[in-house]
């Protein structure tokens, strides 16, 4: 197995930092807002976000949920998909939500993400964040608004993002079987 | 543990306790869903379902329904009145007739024990027993369990009395495997007549005096009396079995601790238990009801993702 880190924990700090200000010159104050992390990785990234927003903002309240997807997924059956949990305790109508996961690598996570969020009612708009972009490796016409780094990868590489909450620290690594 | 050790829902028997637990926490998902605004979700679109109810049925029939249509699965229904099994087809006719419409799953009720497990050697489909005979109801022992955990936060622990008619019921059955394999103690309570023999065997206590039984328990399961399963009389009079096993709001308001009520449906009001009972806060009767459905969706969804 070969792997490196791509961003470091410092780095990783800097670009969500980064991402936060771009989402503000777009939502301003957030009032009309919601971040949606989509589990099971994406949940972590949108705690990040909503905590330095709510330091930049001077603790302004934020809408951020976690969207579980795995009912409205496209290879159940493939393999076994046990769900996760759904917290969305604001409404969505009208909103303008920013769906948020950790890798975009062939788009059909966030396909069914936009599926799965209609449930709750219909959105205003709806961007997309991710961390990671892993852009030659899509299978859906589908692009994110908000990057925090792109990548070139082939399929047999694997990205993985870590986070102290779960894991040991927060680093983002490329790993490649030999 | 991702993944059923079983393809079919037979019975709880042949449940790990992981299966169980597997079971128990994708129904929280489920029950989350339909909460929802918009009920449904589209994992099993292209599956189709049978619900073959060779007896009758109001709760588990429309509970299976709602959960498959919540799923989105195409379902069909069947019952046996009106239907070609008057004119003398058999089981093993009918259900492969219908498999031949292409058919993946089938839900079945029939008034023969085992008649589940018959069905998943001959035919090739997913079965889900919703009832057979005197034998098991897995899909109620599970939404028992779910509804006790939900009310009394943990099974493992608790004592559990189920109490009236045992003998003629597959709700007791099952409970009794559901419960112990998740470390709960059980109690089963009635009329001598009306309790199976050897059931001291399945490691259950055996209690005779309902006070008695109700001073012990954490959870009262309460049974119906299967008149229409009884061939000969077990007990004196309808009115002496209220008056030794039927439970009151004074009998209840008399014992030192609050007990949760349960009933599987349907009530008969005033012989098992009271109205003042029945609707009081203590019963979570339509709990499990409410429940009922998300644990079918938890079971048709697992059971279907199963290669």
Redesign the interface.
């Known amino acids: 197995m070969n792997q490196r880190v791509i961003l470091s924990s410092k780095q990783l700090d800097l670009t969500i930092t980064r991402l936060c200000y771009q989402l503000i010159e777009t939502h301003n104050d957030f009032a009309k807002s919601a971040l949606i992390g989509l589990q099971p990785r994406g949940i972590y990234l949108a705690k990040r976000i909503e905590q330095k927003l709510n330091t930049i903002l001077k603790d302004k309240k934020i809408n951020c949920g976690s969207l579980?997807i795995?009912?409205?997924r496209d290879d159940?059956?493939k393999k076994?998909?046990?769900?996760?949990?759904?917290t969305i305790d604001f409404i969505i109508e009208d909103k303008n939500v920013i769906l948020i996961d950790d890798v975009l690598y062939t788009g059909r996570t966030i396909r069914a993400g936009l599926?799965?969020m209609?449930?709750?009612?219909r959105p205003q708009d709806v961007e997309l964040l991710v961390l990671i972009d892993r852009r030659l490796s899509r299978n859906v016409p589908i692009q994110a608004k908000y990057v925090g780094k792109t990548i070139d990868s082939i399929a047999s590489e694997k990205v993985k993002v870590e986070w102290r909450e779960i894991d040991k620290e927060d680093k983002v690594w490329i790993m490649k079987n030999d | 543990m991702n993944k059923l050790s079983t393809k079919h829902l037979l019975g709880i028997k042949n449940l790990t306790k992981q299966d169980i637990e597997l079971i128990l926490a994708t129904a929280d998902n489920f029950k989350e869903v339909i909460n929802r605004p918009i009920k449904k979700v589209p994992s099993l679109r292209d599956i189709t379902i049978a619900n073959l109810f060779f007896e009758n049925s109001t709760r588990t029939k429309l509970s299976f329904e709602l959960a498959e249509k919540r799923l989105s699965a195409d379902v069909i229904n069947f019952s046996a009145s009106g239907s070609s099994v008057k004119k003398g087809e058999t089981l093993i006719d009918t259900v492969n007739n219908i498999l031949a419409m292409k058919v993946d799953m089938v839900v079945m009720r029939h008034a023969n024990a085992g008649a589940a497990s018959f069905l998943a050697k001959h035919v090739n489909a997913k079965i889900i027993n919703a009832g057979d005979g005197a034998h098991e109801h897995p899909t109620q022992a599970l939404l028992d369990a779910y509804s006790i955990k939900q009310k009394l936060g943990t099974i493992k622990g608790k004592k559990v009395a189920i109490i009236g008619d045992i003998l003629h019921s597959r709700v007791a059955l099952s409970n009794i495997f559901c419960l112990q394999k998740l470390g709960a103690e059980v109690l089963v309570c009635g009329p001598t007549t009306l309790i199976p023999r050897y059931i001291c065997a399945l490691g259950v206590k055996v209690e005779t005096n309902l006070r008695t039984a109700l001073e012990w328990c954490d959870v009262a399961n309460m049974l119906r009396i299967q008149i229409e399963r009884q061939d000969i009389k077990y007990f004196p009079s309808l009115r002496e079995y209220t008056m030794l096993y039927g439970v009151n709001k004074s009998l209840l308001d008399s014992i030192k601790k609050e007990i949760v009520i349960m009933h599987p449906g349907p009530i008969n009001r005033g012989v098992e238990i009271t109205s003042d009972v029945a609707d009081s806060k203590q019963a979570i009767i339509l709990e499990q009801v409410e429940n009922g459905v998300a644990v079918r969706m938890a079971v048709l969804y697992l059971l279907a993702g199963r290669n």
């Open positions: 579980d795995t009912f409205y159940f059956r076994e998909l046990i769900p996760n949990s759904t599926d799965a209609l449930a709750f009612g």
